[in-house]
């Protein structure tokens, strides 16, 4: 979609990283350059270079971004307080958790270019980007334990339980879920379902119940 003509500095540049996030979404990280990103905006190369040093430096900032984001999503929903003594049904609890997973992914998968390009094509392209990367994952993670861990002191999640290690297995197991909607070659990953499957999955496991 060509946009050119004068746009003040900040929607140019939020122009041309919403349209790198595209193109690198759909031709990947490595058949991407940068005469690739102006064509699509419709932008001469000295225009791109006003905001951004490199292909890098764009896919940098996009990335980024979607961890400055999932930092807002995160300070704006505090954890839930459960008053003591009080133990919410299993229902209420599959849903809340559920729910706040999908909220973080939501910040980070703000839209199929943002999920292919954090699960697919950043994924070991150099140590900055997996340092932003492990960020992003640490967030997610962090955020679920602590969870987890408020439910384990409720008495509705076993003592037993390593809450960090079943945070990991729950947004791992949404991360592979969404790759393999990527490699089938789909689209309108549903996060929502993702959450409150893998959610169910680590809380509930896969045995009938009563057995």
Do not use: W
């Not at 932008?43 to 807002?72: H, M, N, P």
């Not at 070991?124 to 492990?134: A, E, F, S, Y």
Request: with cysteine; charged share 25%; glycine share 8%.
């Amino acid at each position: 979609m060509a946009m050119a003509g004068y746009f003040p500095a900040p929607e140019r540049k939020r122009q041309i990283l919403e349209a790198a996030k595209r193109v690198f979404a759909e031709r990947g990280y490595h058949d991407t350059n940068i005469s690739h990103i102006c064509a699509d905006l419709g932008i001469g190369r000295g225009t791109l270079y006003q905001y951004f040093k490199s292909k890098r430096e764009v896919f940098s900032a996009i990335v980024e971004g979607l961890l400055a984001r999932l930092r807002l999503a995160v300070e704006a929903e505090p954890p839930v307080v459960i008053p003591e003594g009080v133990k919410p049904p299993r229902a209420l609890i599959l849903a809340y958790s559920a729910a706040s997973l999908r909220r973080c992914l939501e910040a980070v998968f703000e839209d199929e270019a943002s999920l292919r390009i954090v699960l697919r094509e950043a994924v070991g392209l150099d140590v900055g980007i997996d340092g932003i990367l492990r960020a992003i994952d640490d967030i997610v993670i962090d955020r679920f334990t602590e969870d987890l861990r408020i439910a384990q002191r409720a008495g509705i999640i076993r003592a037993d339980v390593d809450a960090r290690s079943a945070a990991l297995f729950t947004v791992g197991g949404v991360q592979k879920l969404a790759l393999d909607v990527i490699a089938r070659g789909e689209t309108g990953v549903d996060l929502n379902a993702l959450a409150k499957q893998a959610t169910r999955l680590n809380m509930m496991g896969i045995l009938e119940e009563g057995l």
